[in-house]
């Protein structure tokens, strides 16, 4: 009996020949627009950097890490100290909390006591402190709880507040900028509660937050205790590194994982500042250790500079824009940085970047603005996948195009994009083993300036409160928001009283995305402009070759009282540099003045210096002393105090 043929059999081959050619449809669709296979990018943590031991000043460090901080208010800001005192002093010392002993605190000028540590120090180690201040230390203990106030004169007892601003000055003994601008910075983190008191000097109040005292100084002994009721280091490191909005993340819930920088300010005020108001912060606590005794330090910069100036022009496209503007660079005797795109910069193009003397650095793409960086994956012929490549590969391939003699440290993200968390694009650069970025910075036409505090670069801290071996380095004018008026405004500024690296950006597609006379304006007059207001013109690498020697240096010093002479004993380091052929080497700086009283004499390793090799910093507060590398100790004689009325008949008696 024969079978009988079903509908699904008589379609059985129509069926095959149907999925054979779906099949080689999708295949075909595959190899015109192959799928991209998403990749994360490796993420490392921060670590403790080696401690320091020698230097005027030392910063107590917890001994282990924090606990992961869910919010800006649980992180340990602690290390945000760090970035502050190597911004100002470049050469200071570090200890771990634990082990902490006389013989530690031996010969410094100023101890350091962070939040996080001053919490945890068993009595011992308050006892070895108050010691070092009542023999003439100076003190400074940030968010004080109970069992401080022997040492500090305050008592904290109450109900804690929020600080949001610097409401008074009056105590401060300063005028200019940071009389004028303080009273702007926007804090974080509590505000501990204290008794009503006089600003200085019919009372201790230096600084009032919230309209109570912030900041005090208190005698202790021969020495004082500088008191922060207010969280000076985590509103230093919101500044440098941005506010969190929610938790530890940035913008409103269903933000984009990815958003400009500019996004991170800690304050709307920021967006358009011609003011770092980071640095002011630090200046408004650092000043005033040179009241108890003169305390000197590296100058910022290499001789007598006033600031630096880099350029800088990112390309994710074509970099022949790029490679032009570093030429009219060299030929105005500057420099300048391209930030390249791995698949878009050719071993070729790497000789002309050779020839008009720029720094090449890495333009992480992100496929954001741009097509993902990918490689094709598939069998032989057949390559239906793309798979994107994480950063680290991105600079592998960048890093082939240049050869070996060029290391590839530094980077930016593409459009200046950043995720919207705390570290995780920190950590990711950290992992890639890229040591320098420089996406921060103002992006849109409408903004400019120090949207970071400050445009010194900075260790960026994780969210255990570790810093992470990659230096952030912001940029204050980009595209459309340079102009030339603007651009020689903050050369004079920096030049007067900031002292400044500032860096300009010129991304290569710039005149074509957002065409502005300005750009064109500015850049051209950049070099010229930067050299009429004694800034050193530079690149981005060779300024962080410089303070990391600088950083490495050593400066100690000792004050004597009964003769007014400052002796300072200096290792300085120079970085021999493609903007410095002869070396970059950190000048020493020192108060103009003690007490009122002017500088007598100076000596370098016992001979005589000549008034007309002291240049001054921009204020006027401090005279700079070009160095030479090496060993070299410096002597300062302050003018002796008038004698009293009393001493003075004590004397003319003795001479009868």
């Given at each position: 009996?024969?079978r009988?043929?079903?509908?699904l059999g008589?379609?059985t081959?129509d069926l095959?020949?149907?999925?054979?050619l779906?099949?080689?449809?999708l295949?075909?669709?595959?190899l015109?627009e192959?799928?991209?296979?998403?990749?994360?990018s490796?993420?490392?943590?921060?670590?403790?950097?080696p401690?320091?031991?020698?230097?005027d000043?030392?910063?107590l460090?917890?001994?282990?890490?924090?606990?992961?901080?869910?919010?800006l208010?649980a992180?340990?800001?602690?290390?945000g100290?760090f970035?502050?005192?190597?911004?100002?002093?470049?050469?200071?010392a570090?200890?771990?909390?634990?082990n902490?002993?006389?013989?530690?605190l031996?010969g410094?000028?100023?101890?350091i006591?962070?939040?996080?540590?001053?919490l945890?120090?068993?009595?011992?180690a308050?006892g070895?402190?108050?010691d070092?201040?009542?023999?003439?230390?100076?003190?400074?203990?940030?968010?004080?709880?109970?069992?401080?106030?022997?040492?500090t004169g305050?008592?904290?007892?109450g109900?804690?507040?929020?600080?949001r601003?610097?409401?008074?000055?009056?105590?401060?003994?300063a005028?200019?900028?940071i009389?004028?601008h303080?009273?702007d910075?926007?804090?974080?983190g509590?505000?501990?509660?204290?008794?009503?008191m006089?600003?200085?000097p019919?009372?201790?109040?230096?600084?009032?937050?919230?309209?109570?005292?912030?900041l005090l100084?208190q005698?202790?002994?021969?020495?004082?205790?500088?008191?922060l009721?207010f969280d000076?280091?985590c509103?230093?490191?919101?500044?440098?590194?941005?506010?969190?909005?929610?938790?530890?993340?940035?913008?409103?819930p269903?933000s984009?994982r990815?958003?400009?920088?500019?996004?991170?300010?800690?304050?709307?005020?920021?967006?358009?500042?011609?003011?770092?108001?980071?640095?002011?912060?630090?200046?408004?606590l650092?000043?005033?250790?040179s009241?108890?005794?003169?305390v000197?330090?590296l100058?910022?910069?290499?001789?007598?500079?006033?600031?630096a100036?880099t350029?800088?022009?990112p390309?994710?496209?074509?970099?022949r824009?790029?490679l032009?503007?570093?030429?009219?660079?060299?030929?105005?005797?500057?420099?300048?940085?391209i930030?390249?795109a791995a698949?878009r910069?050719?071993?070729?193009?790497?000789?002309?970047a050779?020839?008009v003397?720029?720094?090449l650095g890495?333009?992480?793409?992100l496929?954001?603005?741009?097509p993902?960086?990918?490689?094709?994956?598939g069998?032989?012929a057949?390559q239906?996948w793309?798979r994107?490549?994480?950063l680290a590969?991105?600079?592998?391939?960048l890093?082939?195009?240049?050869?070996?003699?060029?290391p590839?440290?530094l980077?930016?993200?593409?459009?200046s994009?950043?995720?919207?968390?705390?570290?995780?694009?920190?950590?990711r650069i950290?992992?890639?083993?890229l040591r320098?970025?420089?996406?921060?910075?103002?992006?849109?036409?409408?903004?400019f300036?120090y949207?970071f505090g400050?445009?010194?670069p900075?260790?960026p801290?994780?969210?255990?409160?570790?810093?992470l071996?990659?230096?952030?380095a912001?940029?204050?004018?980009s595209?459309?928001?340079i102009d030339?008026a603007?651009l020689?405004r903050m050369?004079v500024?920096?030049?007067t009283?900031?002292?400044?690296?500032?860096?300009?950006?010129?991304?290569?597609?710039?005149?074509?995305?957002e065409?502005?006379a300005?750009?064109?304006?500015g850049?051209r007059?950049?070099?010229?402009l930067?050299?009429?207001?004694?800034?050193?013109?530079t690149?981005?690498?060779d300024?962080?070759?410089?303070?990391i020697?600088r950083?490495?240096?050593v400066?100690t010093?000792q004050?004597?009282?009964a003769?007014?002479?400052l002796?300072i004993s200096?290792?300085?380091l120079g970085a021999?540099?493609?903007s410095?052929p002869?070396?970059a080497i950190a000048?020493?700086?020192?108060?103009?003045?003690?007490?009122?009283?002017?500088?007598r004499?100076v000596l370098v390793?016992d001979?005589?210096v000549?008034s007309?090799r002291?240049?001054?910093?921009?204020p006027?507060?401090e005279?700079?002393?070009e160095?030479?590398?090496?060993?070299?100790v410096?002597?300062?004689?302050?003018?002796a105090?008038?004698?009293?009325?009393a001493?003075?008949?004590t004397e003319?008696s003795t001479d009868?």
């Amino acid at each position: 009996m024969a079978r009988q043929r079903t509908i699904l059999g008589a379609l059985t081959w129509d069926l095959g020949a149907l999925i054979v050619l779906g099949l080689l449809a999708l295949l075909w669709g595959s190899l015109q627009e192959p799928s991209v296979q998403r990749t994360e990018s490796l993420q490392a943590n921060g670590s403790r950097p080696p401690d320091r031991t020698e230097g005027d000043v030392l910063l107590l460090l917890p001994a282990t890490p924090a606990a992961q901080a869910a919010e800006l208010r649980a992180l340990d800001c602690s290390y945000g100290w760090f970035n502050a005192l190597w911004h100002h002093y470049g050469a200071f010392a570090t200890a771990q909390s634990d082990n902490l002993s006389p013989q530690i605190l031996a010969g410094r000028s100023v101890v350091i006591v962070p939040e996080r540590v001053a919490l945890g120090l068993p009595r011992a180690a308050l006892g070895a402190l108050e010691d070092f201040a009542r023999n003439g230390g100076q003190l400074v203990v940030e968010l004080p709880r109970e069992g401080w106030e022997t040492i500090t004169g305050v008592s904290t007892t109450g109900t804690i507040g929020q600080a949001r601003r610097v409401t008074s000055v009056d105590g401060l003994g300063a005028h200019g900028p940071i009389r004028e601008h303080l009273v702007d910075v926007p804090l974080s983190g509590p505000l501990l509660p204290t008794a009503p008191m006089l600003p200085r000097p019919a009372g201790p109040v230096i600084l009032e937050v919230e309209e109570q005292p912030g900041l005090l100084v208190q005698p202790l002994g021969d020495g004082q205790v500088f008191t922060l009721l207010f969280d000076y280091a985590c509103s230093l490191t919101a500044l440098h590194q941005g506010k969190p909005t929610r938790q530890m993340e940035f913008g409103p819930p269903g933000s984009p994982r990815w958003q400009p920088t500019e996004g991170r300010v800690a304050h709307e005020r920021l967006l358009s500042s011609h003011v770092p108001y980071a640095d002011l912060l630090k200046r408004a606590l650092f000043d005033r250790f040179s009241e108890h005794r003169p305390v000197p330090r590296l100058w910022p910069f290499p001789g007598h500079h006033m600031g630096a100036v880099t350029n800088a022009h990112p390309s994710a496209e074509s970099p022949r824009a790029a490679l032009g503007y570093a030429d009219w660079a060299r030929k105005n005797e500057g420099a300048a940085t391209i930030f390249a795109a791995a698949d878009r910069f050719t071993a070729s193009q790497a000789a002309l970047a050779d020839q008009v003397g720029a720094e090449l650095g890495l333009l992480w793409v992100l496929g954001q603005q741009r097509p993902a960086l990918t490689e094709s994956r598939g069998v032989g012929a057949l390559q239906p996948w793309l798979r994107e490549l994480p950063l680290a590969e991105q600079r592998a391939m960048l890093q082939a195009n240049l050869g070996d003699k060029r290391p590839v440290r530094l980077m930016r993200t593409e459009a200046s994009l950043w995720e919207n968390d705390w570290d995780s694009t920190f950590r990711r650069i950290s992992a890639a083993g890229l040591r320098v970025d420089t996406s921060f910075g103002p992006t849109s036409a409408e903004s400019f300036g120090y949207l970071f505090g400050s445009a010194m670069p900075f260790y960026p801290i994780d969210s255990r409160g570790l810093p992470l071996p990659v230096l952030e380095a912001p940029f204050v004018l980009s595209g459309a928001n340079i102009d030339p008026a603007r651009l020689q405004r903050m050369l004079v500024n920096s030049e007067t009283y900031f002292h400044q690296p500032l860096t300009v950006s010129v991304p290569a597609d710039a005149m074509a995305r957002e065409p502005a006379a300005g750009i064109l304006l500015g850049f051209r007059k950049l070099h010229a402009l930067a050299r009429d207001h004694q800034h050193w013109v530079t690149t981005t690498g060779d300024l962080i070759d410089f303070l990391i020697a600088r950083r490495q240096s050593v400066l100690t010093s000792q004050w004597s009282p009964a003769e007014q002479r400052l002796t300072i004993s200096v290792n300085v380091l120079g970085a021999r540099l493609q903007s410095a052929p002869d070396g970059a080497i950190a000048s020493v700086a020192f108060p103009r003045e003690f007490d009122g009283r002017p500088i007598r004499r100076v000596l370098v390793d016992d001979e005589e210096v000549a008034s007309t090799r002291l240049a001054s910093s921009g204020p006027g507060d401090e005279r700079i002393l070009e160095m030479t590398p090496g060993r070299h100790v410096i002597t300062v004689y302050y003018e002796a105090p008038a004698p009293s009325p009393a001493d003075a008949e004590t004397e003319a008696s003795t001479d009868d």
